[in-house]
């Protein structure tokens, strides 16, 4: 990027925040090919971030960011069970403020073998408050 582009768009940036004005462009969406729903092709991701244990305080701001970003238009969101808390943290978060069915709920399988692996599924369903 040159010199020059980089002061006309901070000028324009500027200028829109200075006028109250901003300019957004909407979400990006992509269809899930199993089903066709439609989500967005940028998410929210739960690393380190979310992995706040039950501290209400701690939780507080979570809330908070999670509905704006519904609000936003987003509703992909990515977590693990590597995540520490984060599941559960999500989980609760998406129940109590009624946003389960607005999320589109991405997570993973870290072990082996099948059993093992459809218990873990088992267990992120149930921490994410999700039945499927």
Known sequence: MHRRDFLRIAAMGGSALAFGQ???AP??????PSSGQRIARVGLGT???FDVGADPAR?????????????SGGDVVDTSPM?????????????EARLREK???AT???TTGERP??????????????SS
Request: no cysteine.
């Open 117 to 130: 692996g459809r218990e873990q599924m088992e267990d992120s369903l149930r921490k994410l408050r999700r």
């Open 83 to 95: 995540y520490g808390t984060s599941e559960d943290v999500l989980g609760d978060l998406a129940a």
């Open 59 to 71: 939780r507080a701001p979570l809330a908070e960011v999670l509905a704006e970003f519904v609000r």
């Open 22 to 24: 901003t300019a957004a």
């Open 27 to 32: 979400l990006q969406r992509a269809a899930v």
């Open 108 to 110: 993973k399988v870290w």
């Open 47 to 49: 690393w380190q971030v």
């Open 103 to 105: 999320l589109f709920l």
